[in-house]
Antibody
Framework: EVQLVQSGGGLIQPGGSLKLSCAAS????????MNWVRQAPGKGLEWVST???????YYADSVKGRFTISRDSSENTLFLRMDSPRADDTAVYYC??????????WGQGTLVTVSS | QTVVTQEPSFSVFPGGTVTLTCGLN?????????PSWYQQTPGQAPRALIH???IRSSGVPDRFSGSILGNKAALMITGARADDECSFYC??????????FGGGTKLTVL
């Protein structure tokens, strides 16, 4: 069974930097559409970013220029680097695969709190 | 700015039928948006229910069905059960690699 295991969340100061990880089992990260979706406390889901198998990266306007999605094929892991975070980036961040035009497998989520 | 609209809340009696909708502030939802639906209970990751308008994900009972109704995507739940009480989100593909989720509908089973 495909499994996504996340790590790397925590408290980060505004203007700092943090890198989230998502390790995949029984799925090859470089061959799949890999995504980050977040959920602010008490709020709905927000798509953040997608990394295509061909390396194309796409971002929501709210994070463009500040967040970077990447992958490490040797580690079979997806990453999200968060630079210059703001208070409104505080959320549970989920990694997810996207196949057949939907987000089908989700990680367990990791909480990122941006606060001084 | 693209906004995907969903009813903030909905109530249904056990055994009843409810239809949740997913619209766009800037036009109609069509099959080309590849509407998908997700179920989320508090503290848990979302679970995919429906994709590409009306295809159920593996293991999803046929009590859940998707369609396009007028200018919106729709999720119909029949035979509502107590454990259907949770939040439901729709997702739309806007093209050019961009996805948008609706604000979610909190379903109460009375």
């Amino acid at each position: 069974e495909v499994q996504l295991v996340q790590s790397g969340g925590g408290l980060i100061q505004p203007g700092g930097s943090l890198k989230l990880s998502c390790a995949a089992s029984y799925l090859t990260v470089r061959s799949n559409y890999m995504n980050w979706v977040r959920q602010a406390p008490g709020k709905g889901l927000e798509w953040v970013s997608t990394l295509h198998p061909d390396g194309g990266a796409y971002y929501a306007d709210s994070v463009k220029g500040r967040f970077t999605i990447s992958r490490d094929s040797s580690e079979n892991t997806l990453f999200l680097r968060m630079d210059s975070p703001r208070a409104d980036d505080t959320a549970v961040y989920y990694c997810a695969t996207n196949s057949n035009w939907h987000f089908d497998t989700w990680g367990q989520g990791t909480l990122v709190t941006v606060s001084s | 700015q693209t906004v995907v609209t969903q009813e903030p809340s909905f109530s249904v009696f056990p055994g009843g039928t409810v239809t949740l909708t997913c619209g766009l502030n800037s036009g109609s939802v069509s099959a080309s948006h590849r509407p998908s639906w997700y179920q989320q209970t508090p503290g848990q990751a979302p679970r995919a229910l429906i994709h590409s308008t009306n295809i159920r994900s593996s293991g999803v009972p046929d009590r859940f069905s998707g369609s396009i109704l007028g200018n919106k995507a729709a999720l119909m739940i029949t035979g509502a059960r107590a454990d259907d009480e949770c939040s439901f989100y729709c997702g739309l593909y806007m093209g050019s690699g961009i996805w948008v989720f609706g604000g979610g509908t909190k379903l109460t089973v009375l």
